[in-house]
């Protein structure tokens, strides 16, 4: 019988479960706190230290490196779930896919690709939007970050003490505040990432609510519209500009939320290529970012039965969740001189989840 590996904090979560000794280890840990290992299914390809980041302190790095102290110990909880057996092949002749560990993203920062420009980020305070505030302010950009939280952008605005970052308390619904920051981005507007986006409650058309309807459309359709009106005239002035659009893998399917949603995002793509049409020989470039599965707080309810069985139905083919900066690196993509020659596409950046 061979020996296991020995663990560290750079081997995958999906490692550590499958590993005789740091598997019940962790099952153990998940059930004292009512939970089981198909909670870390979306993250199971990271490194175990990343939970240290995406647990928002809920997960410290000495939890982490009294983990990798056990598993050396060879400390099995007595009573910790077992690991569920592997399905049995249907046919034992099938080709199958051998199993191999997938090495883990990194972000790779290219300095001064932003350096002279100033890009506004709406929704800069979590997630997708704070991913890619954070990469153009480390790549050399001055930006305007915007979101609902003071509390939010102040914590960004701190981690970057040395970059040029403004930040803006905003409903991007409202064109008091609208004006309120472009005023702030000044006479020159380079880029604008329209992040700021709300979820549905996964209601189908028979049992959605005029609330819900107008509030998701309100943010997601007017908001997005009202800022990128408002930067078009810097841009024209300026023979240059690139706005990069949310889009979501519901603007490309009808099974990945409710009708609010799915409608909203389907609107965004829509506001996209008709821009992009109408200015794309005036210098300006107009492309959306449809992302997949990816690890941010915004948060789904399922208010409708049918809406959380049809839904939950569709969701059992998702490729493993991204982390925000993954989105970023494709975000950034478009809003930089890099995708010179890119405009009115929807880019999806799903793990290959528009594919299957």
């Known amino acids: 019988m061979s020996t296991p590996k020995e663990l560290t904090a750079n081997d995958s979560i999906k ?16 059930a004292q706190a009512g939970q089981d290992a198909d909670v870390l299914k979306p993250v199971s390809r990271l490194a175990l230290k990343r939970l240290v980041k995406l647990s928002k302190g809920q ?33 034992a002749d099938e080709a199958s896919v051998p199993e191999v560990e997938i090495p883990e993203w990194e972000e790779r920062i290219d300095q001064g690709r932003f350096s002279g420009q100033t890009i506004i980020v709406t929704g800069a305070g979590s997630g997708i939007g704070r991913a890619t505030a954070s990469r153009v302010a480390r790549e050399g950009g001055r930006v305007i970050a915007v979101d609902v939280s003071q509390e939010r952008l102040d914590e960004f605005a701190a981690e970057f003490p040395a970059a040029e970052i403004v930040t803006l308390v905003a409903d991007i619904t409202d064109d008091a505040k609208v004006a309120e920051i ?4 000044g006479d020159r507007i380079d880029g604008l990432a329209n992040i700021a986006g709300i979820m549905d409650d996964m209601t189908p058309l028979g049992d959605l609510t005029d609330a819900v309807w107008e509030r998701v459309m309100r943010v997601n359709v007017d908001g997005t519209m009202k800022l990128s009106r408002a930067v078009i005239p810097a841009m024209l002035a300026q023979g240059k500009g690139s706005i990069v659009n949310t889009a979501s893998e519901a603007a490309l399917r ?13 609107a965004v ?16 470039r107009v492309n959306a970012v449809a992302p997949g599965p990816t690890i941010t707080n915004i948060e789904a309810t399922f208010a409708s039965p049918l809406g959380a069985q049809r839904v939950r139905q569709a969701m059992a083919v998702l490729p493993d969740a991204a982390e925000a900066e993954a989105l970023a690196a494709s975000i950034t993509f478009l809003l930089s001189d890099d995708g010179v020659n890119i405009n009115g596409v929807v880019l999806a950046s799903d793990g290959g989840w528009s594919a299957a």
């Open 182 to 185: 472009v005023a702030a981005a």
């Open 254 to 266: 009808g099974s990945a939320a409710g009708v609010a949603y799915t409608a909203s995002k389907h």
């Open 269 to 284: 793509v829509g506001l996209t290529k008709s821009t992009a049409f109408m200015y794309g020989p005036s210098g300006l």
């Open 59 to 91: 997960f410290s790095d000495e939890m982490v490196d009294e983990l990798v102290a056990r598993a050396a110990a060879g400390d099995v909880p007595e009573g910790a779930p077992a690991a569920p057996e592997a399905a049995e092949e249907d046919d």
């Open 15 to 30: 490692t550590w479960l499958a590993h005789p000794v740091g598997g019940p280890i962790i099952r153990d840990l998940l």
